[in-house]
């Protein structure tokens, strides 16, 4: 058991709540009428969310085993077109969350490396190549970030890129196409 990186992952969240809590949810009213918290995604770029809600856990044919980012609804291995400008939007109502780029690949399997060091604060420039980093996203916020630098991206969160596997591969290419999606986990993002 790893308690430390808990407590912190705790306090911020609590910080985190205060604003959410008195902020409202977001892009909230596009929801589906369902109950529940409001789902919003973003309609031009990725939505993120913890791998324990409803985004859930992607076994992905080519890639294996992803989690926490989608251009739909739940989880899925990203494929976005080179110069495009996209949001990336935390779709949680009380977790932050970030998007790192740990890394890039020539195909699969995607090496994993077990303890990378992951910022939370913004680097890049806001162009998503490697070292790029979204900085913490509190729940229901927003980045947007330019595609300019084609290549295979892996990615993760964070703070979960270890506690729950928040990871993932976004394809910056030319007519690639984003991969299955998970089925829907508990709860909301
Ligand atoms: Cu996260």
């Given at each position: 058991?790893?308690?430390?990186?808990?407590?912190?992952?705790?306090?911020?969240?609590?910080?985190?709540?205060?604003?959410?809590?008195?902020?409202?949810?977001?892009?909230?009213?596009?929801?589906?009428?369902?109950?529940?918290?409001?789902?919003?995604?973003?309609?031009?770029?990725?939505?993120i969310g913890i791998p324990t809600g409803r985004i859930g856990v992607e076994d992905d044919p080519v890639w294996g085993t992803i989690a926490g980012y989608t251009q739909n609804k739940t989880s899925?291995?990203?494929?976005?077109?080179?110069?495009?400008?996209?949001?990336?939007?935390?779709?949680?109502?009380?977790?932050?969350?970030?998007?790192?780029?740990?890394?890039?690949?020539?195909?699969?399997?995607?090496k994993w490396p077990a303890n990378p060091i992951l910022s939370f604060t913004p680097k890049g420039n806001g162009v998503l190549g490697t070292g790029y980093a979204s900085g913490t996203l509190n729940p229901g916020a927003s980045v947007t970030v330019t595609l300019s630098k084609p290549g295979i991206y892996l990615i993760g969160c964070a703070y979960h890129y270890i506690e729950f596997q928040m990871r993932d591969i976004v394809q910056v290419v030319a007519g690639a196409t984003p991969g299955p999606t998970a089925s829907p986990g508990k709860g909301g993002y």
């Amino acid at each position: 058991m790893r308690l430390e990186p808990l407590g912190v992952s705790l306090a911020t969240l609590i910080i985190a709540c205060v604003s959410a809590c008195t902020n409202g949810g977001g892009l909230g009213g596009s929801g589906t009428g369902s109950s529940g918290p409001p789902s919003p995604l973003p309609s031009a770029g990725v939505g993120i969310g913890i791998p324990t809600g409803r985004i859930g856990v992607e076994d992905d044919p080519v890639w294996g085993t992803i989690a926490g980012y989608t251009q739909n609804k739940t989880s899925q291995v990203l494929a976005l077109a080179p110069g495009a400008k996209i949001t990336l939007e935390n779709l949680s109502s009380n977790t932050p969350h970030t998007l790192n780029v740990i890394g890039t690949a020539s195909g699969p399997p995607p090496k994993w490396p077990a303890n990378p060091i992951l910022s939370f604060t913004p680097k890049g420039n806001g162009v998503l190549g490697t070292g790029y980093a979204s900085g913490t996203l509190n729940p229901g916020a927003s980045v947007t970030v330019t595609l300019s630098k084609p290549g295979i991206y892996l990615i993760g969160c964070a703070y979960h890129y270890i506690e729950f596997q928040m990871r993932d591969i976004v394809q910056v290419v030319a007519g690639a196409t984003p991969g299955p999606t998970a089925s829907p986990g508990k709860g909301g993002y």
